[in-house]
Each structure stands twice: as C-alpha cells, then as structure tokens.
C-alpha cells in the first residue's frame, strides 16, 4: 500500500515536471523582440495564386519602414522571392502588449482587416484564447482558373476566435518547440459562409517557425504558406549586423561545451551535431571577414 502511494506520488511529480516543460509561455517582447529590419529565409511550401514559387525561398522583413492607416502607424513587413512578393501590415500595441493585423497585400490581392484583430496577444501560453469582431474587405481577388473578381468583396460581422495550443513542429531550419496561434475568421461573403484560418506557430524566441492562410468554406483552400528555412539569415554571421568577426565567435563561445535540445535563432551549432564545439568555432574561423548585405 505505501509503495504504490509511493510510486502515484513518483508518477504525479513526474508528470508535473513534464507537463512544465511542455507548457512554456512567450512574454512580450518591446520592439526589439520582433527583429525588426533583420532578414529570416523561408521557403513557400503553398501558394493558390502561383504555383510555380512552390519551393522557392524568400525573405521575411518587419518593418523598418512605417505606414499610416487610418490615423495609426503600421510596419511594412515584407516577404519576397525570386517571383512573389507580399505585404503585411503589422502594428505594436504597448499598451496591450499586442501585435495587431490590419491589412495583408498578396501580389495584386488586398485585405483589409477594419477593426484591425490582435494577431498575438502576449503573454501567449497554451489554451490562451481570445475573441474579437471585424470586417474585411478584399479586392483584385484572383480565383484559380476564373480569373480577377472586379468588385471588392465585402465581409461584415466577421467573428475572429483565437486559440493557442503548444505543438513540436520540424522545418527545414530544424525542429522547435511553438505555440500555434490559430485565428479562425467566420462570416458571411455575399450571403456564402465562409471560414478563412490564419495560423502562426512561434518558437519561445518569438521567431515566426511557420505561418499559413487556408479557406475551409466555401472550399478547402490553402491560399499560402511558408517555412523557416534557415536557423541563421546569412550562414556564419551569428549577431545579425552583416560581417563575420570575433563578435561572432563570442557569440559560439557562450553556448560553448553545451548540447542543445532544440535548434537556436541565431543557431551556434553550426554543423547541427547537436553540440557546440571547437568544429563550430572553426566552421565560423574559416570565414571570418565575410561580409552580407544587410
Ligand atoms: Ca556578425
Ligand atoms: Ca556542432
């Protein structure tokens, strides 16, 4: 009897340690959190409007640059490749410790999100939720094989249901720990119901792993999606401020000796053994004096 309350014990205290290491929480991160004006590498793994950029990879920009939109700022967050190019209009709310949507721009297709929705609202944990109400309009919306719809299409009384959920997922990057941000926009178009998915998975650095667009009504659709490609924009320059130099080194040198559960944005494992060691620290002195574009 006292051995198997012995053992319950040994098995909720357990289960406790890895129900904690499951649930992890991202706080908001200020300005700098969301790395503005740094470059991430994705590859497009779904696109309904050009196949043909299917595998292609292309960079993800927030901001520097600014807009107005009805009297508040958003950043141009951008993502290009070689043949599409997007716009995401990204707003940081401090007093909400939100980032808020206001409108999306696919090639010709515009989106407009009026009131703009909370895309994350920190602190972001699993079984986070929350509700808002918005309207969307789009225009030049293009449908495969019919060609440019001419009118905008209007979309009151849409009902936007956010709810965040921890999830392992594997990239080309690697395999990381997120928290699925998944916003489900429900209302009627022209008298049709329709129910478009936006889904954001994040890392605990609060880098975007993977985001996609899918109708589910009237059709199932996956409209875009794209995926971390790379743990480190440019391969050996692990700070980000576009040379290879001791800052780099340093930078190895602090996880030095460690074995990494998960991969890192920036990734000191540069041979993605697992560990970083001296062949890490050589990899990156081998091209010291490199210089990227910023
Ligand atoms: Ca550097
Ligand atoms: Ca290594």
């Known amino acids: 009897m006292r051995i198997s309350k012995f053992t319950l014990l040994l098995i909720v205290f357990t289960l406790s340690i890895f129900s904690s290491l499951e649930a992890f929480e991202i706080q908001f991160p200020g300005e700098n959190g969301f790395f503005i004006g740094k470059p991430m590498i994705y590859v497009i793994t779904a696109n309904s409007n050009d196949d043909k950029t299917i595998g292609q990879e292309g960079t993800f920009v927030f901001g520097p640059d600014k807009v107005n939109i009805g009297g508040a700022e958003y950043y141009d967050c951008t993502f290009g490749s070689e043949s599409n190019g997007s716009h995401f209009y990204l707003g940081i709310d401090y007093a909400n410790k939100s980032l808020t949507q206001k409108s999306i721009k696919f090639g010709q297709t515009k989106l407009e999100i009026n009131p703009a929705v909370s895309l994350l609202k920190y602190p972001l944990f699993p079984g986070q939720k929350w509700s808002e109400k918005t309207s969307l309009v789009a225009e030049n919306v293009v449908i495969p094989g019919l060609g440019m719809i001419p009118t905008a299409l209007r979309v009151d009384n849409v009902k936007a249901e956010t709810l965040v959920?921890?999830?392992?997922?594997?990239?080309?990057?690697?395999?990381?720990?997120?928290?699925?941000?998944?916003?489900?926009?429900?209302?009627?178009?022209?008298?049709?119901?329709?129910?478009?998915?936006?889904?954001?998975?994040?890392?605990?650095?609060?880098?975007?792993?993977?985001?996609?667009?899918?109708?589910?009504?009237?059709?199932?659709?996956?409209?875009?999606?794209?995926?971390?490609?790379?743990?480190?924009?440019?391969?050996?320059?692990?700070?980000?401020?576009?040379?290879?130099?001791?800052?780099?080194?340093?930078?190895?040198?602090?996880?030095?000796?460690?074995?990494?559960?998960?991969?890192?944005?920036?990734?000191?494992?540069?041979?993605?053994?697992?560990?970083v060691d001296l062949s890490d620290l050589r990899l990156v002195g081998t091209h010291l004096g490199e210089t990227y574009k910023k």
């Open 165 to 275: 959920s921890a999830q392992v997922i594997s990239s080309p990057a690697g395999t990381f720990n997120t928290l699925l941000v998944e916003t489900t926009y429900t209302g009627n178009m022209i008298g049709i119901p329709m129910t478009l998915i936006q889904r954001t998975w994040l890392n605990e650095d609060n880098v975007v792993i993977k985001r996609n667009f899918e109708f589910t009504k009237p059709s199932k659709l996956m409209l875009y999606e794209i995926v971390l490609s790379k743990p480190n924009p440019n391969p050996y320059d692990l700070n980000w401020d576009g040379i290879v130099n001791i800052l780099d080194l340093m930078y190895i040198a602090k996880f030095f000796g460690k074995s990494l559960q998960r991969t890192m944005i920036p990734n000191p494992d540069m041979d993605n053994n697992s560990l």
